[in-house]
């Protein structure tokens, strides 16, 4: 017999899988437990860290590239005085807290603005070796840490000079709420800065001293945990299908103090791509989120109820095997014995022939024939080709496939009620406070990242502007802004108009929002005139009335900086609440459809004291709950008057919630018995069903006579070797007749 063939090995496997599964109802069911902190809550404080990295690693990245541009931009024009250098960049960008021009060759210091700047850090006869020009790390007198960023000035004729900018280890708009606590952690696992806890003068009572104490202590505690994970490999550390951010990131638990336990999360500073390095990716620096949570009790799920599913599934798999065996098992075992003892010529003994289905067919077939053989082995004339019995005289028995169709609703009964009855989350499901926070929070910091990335766009076309004056050529300005555009992907075009509206120099795509009015006076504008949207940002010519840079930025740069995992469904919408920039597909300039999440983006819009803030709320939306934030464009810079809000929403049913898990893992079960019965049932459908249904009609078309069609075996099983048997039959009465043919018949009354 087949190894995977007949039909003992379908239904032995479908006996052990149903046992298996049992077991494991038994086993996830009924022990369900959730901890006195949600996995849900801790994979939150995961995304969060894994936020303040990503803002961290572009902001850094950022200044890199700003100042090494910067230096570009005025070495490729005439000679400009160190002071005039440090003037302009300090108008387009306000994110150094110093900056300094020295001369490489003397070390003589020509210019220099903001706080005074370690450059005695700087070896300068190093800076022609590979990574001289690297950002550096340095430690200043007071215990801070600032960062350098280096970068050449170069004019022929003249000593090469270097500049140099200093910026702090500090987030960039990241949104930490109540009672959070972010750090950066260098590897050693020592915190570089840190936001959220006050420092011990700024508090006023011995209680509150108390709790800074403590949470500094536990904030170090995580740090120098977090810088020994964030060594291991992220192909190590990710666990299969997690994917969402490329480098290591985690999640802590520490101490307990008063109802609260310290959660944290952690993420290195990762590229944009796993596996390719930036310039503050070779800092090896971690961020570390803490925040103190309430703890819930402990729940577990009924062990009864597990076992008692675990037990009903026992019953059903026992009836299931027993039916299968007994009417299917059994009976083609037994024609496999009867049909072999038929063509070893043992014909004295009649055909047991079993009941029900189409190995009674079989059976009665082979009883025929035994009575056929054994006819044509006396010495009796040649008879006639036996009549076919008439079809309205058989008798309809139940077939096979009417088995399993049985066998496959008793499996029904106990897989579909798993799937839709049993262990429903409904109104009762306790989703933890701290996600609705963390929903708020991290979409105010996505939406700060999108702001200071429009800024960031309209200052770096101030900075082109600032280097064309009245004599610049257009071939000139052509060459800017190709060397723009190539070193800065946001933008899909980049042109210079004059007051008219014509193009005097372009690079990158064909513009899409000229017109003959000539630069628009916004310095960030939404055009939206064609089938997508164009963000337009617009600096004015120094010098020039009416001309200015402007440049297209792409959608599809928006879009990706929405790509956050653990978000949901992330819009930006206008102050219409039109669609701009999504994470996922959508339709451009269409509303969000949902009532509770316009009034929400309408709530937040309302200024609370000063400014407006974001929200969050948790509502009920189709039998499911719903948490959503929505955050506006709060703060300065030029993308401020576009209104815009980014919206985000999720359902909790995706987040590890006891509720949810428990439904989960019941509907996981009720799957994997559809799974075991298909496969199975669909097996011995395959196998023997058809191939035992045709047989069924072969044979009784061999006993009604027909001796011409022969009779091949699909398998090497129970089956195939019935219709080996057959075959052999049908030649041994086929010979036999012929036999019978060429002897002289006896004449009647004859001794």
């Known amino acids: 017999m087949s190894l995977l063939g007949g039909i003992r090995p379908p239904i032995t496997v479908l006996a052990v899988l149903l046992l298996a599964l049992a077991g494991f109802t038994a086993v996830t069911l009924g022990n369900v437990r959730e901890g006195r902190l949600p996995a849900a809550v801790l994979t939150s404080q995961q995304h969060f860290a894994e936020d303040g990295a990503i803002a961290l690693r572009a902001s850094?990245?950022?200044?890199?590239?700003?100042?090494?541009?910067?230096?570009?931009?005025?070495?490729?024009?005439?000679?400009?005085?160190?002071d005039a250098v440090l003037d302009k960049i300090g108008s387009v960008y306000q994110k150094w807290r110093g900056t300094a021009v020295v001369e490489i060759g003397s070390g003589r210091l020509l210019a220099a603005r903001g706080e005074n700047l370690p450059l005695t850090a700087i070896d300068r006869t190093r800076l022609a070796d590979e990574g001289g020009l690297a950002p550096r790390m340095v430690k200043l007198s007071n215990g801070e840490t600032r960062l350098l960023t280096l970068s050449l000035l170069s004019w022929n004729g003249q000593p090469q000079q270097l500049l140099v900018a200093s910026s702090s280890l500090r987030f960039p708009g990241i949104s930490l709420g109540n009672f959070r606590a972010i750090a950066v952690v260098g590897s050693d696992g020592t915190v570089l800065s840190n936001d959220g806890i006050p420092e011990p003068e700024m508090v006023l009572t011995d209680l509150q001293r108390a709790d800074v104490k403590r949470d500094t202590k536990q904030l170090r505690s995580f740090a120098r945990t977090a810088a020994k994970r964030a060594k291991a490999n992220p192909l190590t550390t990710k666990e299969p299908g997690s994917g969402g951010f490329p480098g290591v990131s985690g999640s802590l638990t520490g101490g307990e103090w008063g109802g609260e336990r310290a959660a944290a999360g952690y993420a290195r500073l990762a590229g944009p791509e796993p596996g390719v390095g930036t310039s503050a990716t070779s800092l090896e620096l971690t961020v570390v989120a803490m925040v103190n949570v309430a703890q819930n009790p402990a729940r577990t799920s009924d062990a009864v109820a597990g076992l008692a599913l675990a037990g009903a599934l026992l019953l059903v798999g026992a009836l299931v095997v027993a039916l299968l065996v007994t009417t299917v098992q059994r009976p083609l075992i037994t024609l496999f014995l009867e049909s072999r003892r038929l063509t070893r010529g043992d014909?004295?003994?009649?055909?047991?022939?079993?009941?029900?289905?189409?190995?009674a067919r079989i059976g009665t077939a082979l009883e025929r024939l035994r009575t056929q053989l054994r006819d044509q082995d006396t010495a009796q004339p040649p008879a006639p080709a036996p009549a076919p019995a008439p079809a309205g005289k058989r008798k309809r028995r139940t077939g096979a496939r009417t088995l399993l169709a049985l066998c496959a609703v008793l499996l029904l009964a106990w897989c579909v009620p798993l799937g839709l009855l049993v262990n429903r989350a409904g109104a009762d499901v306790v989703v933890p406070q701290q996600l609705v926070n963390d929903q708020r929070e991290r979409t105010d910091t996505l939406n700060d990242r999108i702001r200071r990335a429009l800024n960031e766009g309209q200052a770096d076309l101030q900075?082109?502007?600032?280097?064309?004056?009245?004599?610049?050529t257009p071939q000139h300005m052509t060459t800017v802004l190709e060397r723009t555009a190539r070193e800065h992907v946001r933008y899909d075009s980049l042109y210079v108009l004059d007051a008219t509206g014509t193009v005097l120099a372009q690079a990158g795509g064909t513009p899409q929002a000229t017109g003959a009015d000539g630069p628009r006076k916004e310095p960030i504008a939404l055009h939206d005139g064609g089938k997508k949207p164009v963000v337009v940002a617009t600096a004015q010519?120094?010098?020039?009335?009416?001309?200015?840079v402007v440049g297209e930025l792409r959608i599809d740069f928006l879009n990706s900086l929405l790509k956050r995992p653990g978000l949901g469904e992330i819009r930006v919408v206008d102050s219409e609440h039109r669609v701009i920039a999504s994470n996922s597909g959508y339709r451009a300039f269409q509303k969000l459809g949902d009532e509770r999440l316009d009034a929400l983006v309408a709530g937040s819009a309302l200024k609370v004291g000063m400014a407006p803030r974001p929200g969050s709320v948790l509502y009920r939306s189709g039998g499911d709950h719903v948490i959503a934030a929505a955050a506006p464009f709060v703060g300065g810079g030029a993308a401020k008057p576009l209104d815009w809000t980014v919206v985000s929403w999720q359902s909790a049913k995706g987040l590890a919630i006891h509720e949810y898990s428990l439904q989960n893992r019941t509907v996981l079960a009720g799957l994997l018995g559809l799974a075991v019965g298909a496969a199975c049932l669909g097996w011995l459908r395959i196998i023997v069903v058809s191939p035992l249904r045709e047989l069924a009609r072969r044979a009784e078309a061999l006993a009604d006579g027909d001796r011409r069609t022969v009779l091949y075996p699909r398998h090497h099983d129970e089956v195939g070797a019935v219709t080996r048997s057959l075959e052999i039959i049908r030649q041994q009465l086929q010979q036999q007749r012929k036999q019978a043919g060429g002897r002289t018949p006896v004449p009647a009354g004859r001794n």
């Open 463 to 472: 900075s082109v502007a600032s280097l064309m004056g009245d004599d610049t």
């Open 60 to 82: 850094l990245d950022e200044s890199v590239t700003d100042l090494d541009r910067a230096a570009a931009l005025f070495s490729a024009g005439k000679p400009v005085a160190p």
């Open 541 to 548: 010519l120094p010098g020039q009335s009416g001309s200015a």
């Open 347 to 359: 014909l004295t003994r009649p055909v047991s022939v079993p009941r029900g289905s189409e190995a």
